[in-house]
């Protein structure tokens, strides 16, 4: 019976290579074989997960710092007056303006192009978006994107009206003209 906790010991080779014998030599490369490349030293091991590498430091426990630099907090803690990390700043950023007068410029031009082809009455939402669409040209420059698409959307919304209502002008002389009882 064997101890499972006693180290395994290898079993000695039979024959010509047994205990007192010279192992054999390595086979020597032939004369025109090429070199292999040289391999190139193994960097020391980087110290462990979380761990710093250890520095000289300075009389009553300080840790040198390199000049200009702040000075780091123990065990990874934020510097005073800085918010732990993970965690929303102490103080509310201004928040940006929404572009409102672009994007009622966009929704204006958008409407006033449908209720132009559904009942030809978005005359006024086109004129609107194209106000719009230019004070906020002026005052929402960020929101091209809006604005610009109300404008255009303004001016084809105007032109179909007019289109529409040339068609219609045009509809009903003809109607009352040729049912004229007069």
Do not use: C
């Not at 840790?63 to 103080?91: D, F, K, L, T, W």
């Not at 409102?100 to 086109?126: D, E, H, K």
């Not at 719009?132 to 919304?157: C, D, S």
């Amino acid at each position: 019976m064997t101890d499972p906790n006693a180290p395994a010991v290898p079993p000695e080779p039979e024959g010509e290579n047994a205990a007192g014998s010279v192992p054999p030599a390595a086979p020597t490369p032939p004369a025109d074989a090429p070199t292999p490349p040289p391999v190139p030293p193994v960097p020391p091991a980087d110290p462990g997960y979380g761990q710093q590498p250890q520095q000289p430091q300075q009389p009553y426990g300080q840790p040198q710092q390199p000049y200009g630099q702040p000075p780091q907090q123990p065990y990874g803690q934020p510097a005073y007056g800085q918010p732990a990390p993970g965690y929303a700043q102490p103080y509310a950023t201004p928040a940006q303006k929404s572009p409102i007068l672009s994007i009622l410029s966009l929704v204006g031009g958008i409407v006033g192009l449908v209720l132009n082809f559904i009942w030809g009455i978005g005359f006024l939402f086109a004129a609107a978006a194209i106000v719009l669409g230019f004070l906020g040209r002026k005052k929402e420059p960020q929101a091209k994107g809006f604005w610009l698409t109300g404008i255009i959307l303004g001016f084809i919304a105007v032109a179909v009206a007019i289109v529409f209502w040339i068609i219609a002008a045009i509809f009903f002389a003809s109607f009352s003209a040729h049912y004229s009882t007069y």
